[in-house]
């Protein structure tokens, strides 16, 4: 069945340094797209970057770069540098082709705590 | 502005009491879905729509109920409320229903049901 998995409930990093945030799935569909997103206290849903299954390379997005290991089924998201504004609730999810429905299911969530 | 909005923010209901929360984008989106947002759950589906009247149900799907008439609007309905449907509500649009496009939400609501 279709799953993502977050195992880190909270984490904490110091201010300009790196941070990795896990993720891992499982799909049969070969078509899907993985996606990260930020949930700042204010409780909006942001877009951080996407990987699509066939991608050779891993997605960078300024800060935001996407580990992707596909034989693995890993999707880490790397902040570098982090700034305090970083602080947020950050959610991975999938997006299934048309084996999978089309469906979209999101992981628990990790919350990250940027101290100064 | 390219947006999708709910309607109501901040809403408290009585059990079963009919109520209808309201969706819409104007961005000529085909993909339209609802989530309900719950701590330590993450975000879950509850319904799809890829298109105009074509919708499909996602992980949650039960004690909800939505339409697709119009391509900008996807109404999520509550037919009778339960206090187990008290929850953050998220609706999203994305360009299309393929695997590559990320998603747009509105900026939520927050349903109470006493």
């Known amino acids: 069945a279709q799953k993502i998995t977050q195992t880190q409930p909270g984490m904490f990093v110091q201010e300009k340094e790196a941070v990795t945030l896990d993720c891992t799935y499982d799909t049969s569909d070969p078509s899907y797209g993985l996606f990260w997103y930020k949930q700042p206290s204010s409780g909006e849903m942001i877009f951080l970057i996407y990987?699509?299954?066939?991608?050779?390379q891993n997605a960078t997005e300024g800060r935001y770069s996407l580990n992707f290991q596909k034989a693995r089924k890993s999707a880490n998201l790397v902040i570098s540098a982090s700034q305090l504004g970083d602080s947020a609730m950050y959610f991975c999810a999938m997006r299934e082709g048309y084996t999978g429905g089309f469906k979209t299911i999101f992981g628990a969530g990790t919350r990250l705590f940027v101290k100064a | 502005e390219a947006q999708v909005t709910q309607n109501p923010r901040y809403l408290i209901t009585v059990t079963g009491k009919k109520l209808t929360v309201t969706c819409s984008q104007n961005?000529?989106?085909?993909?339209m879905s609802w989530y309900r947002q719950d701590p330590g759950l993450g975000l879950r589906q509850i319904y799809y729509?890829?298109?105009?009247?074509?919708?499909d149900k996602g992980d949650v799907p039960e004690g909800y109920k939505v339409s697709r008439k119009e391509k900008r609007n996807f109404p999520l309905i509550l037919e009778s409320p339960s206090p187990n449907q008290t929850s953050l509500y998220f609706c999203?649009?994305?360009?299309?229903?393929?695997?590559?496009?990320?998603?747009?939400f509105g900026q939520g609501t927050r349903l109470t049901v006493v």
């Open positions: 990987q699509g299954s066939y991608d050779q």
């Open positions: 999203a649009s994305s360009i299309t229903g393929g695997p590559s496009t990320e998603a747009f």
């Open positions: 961005m000529n989106h085909e993909y």
């Open positions: 729509s890829m298109n105009v009247e074509v919708t």
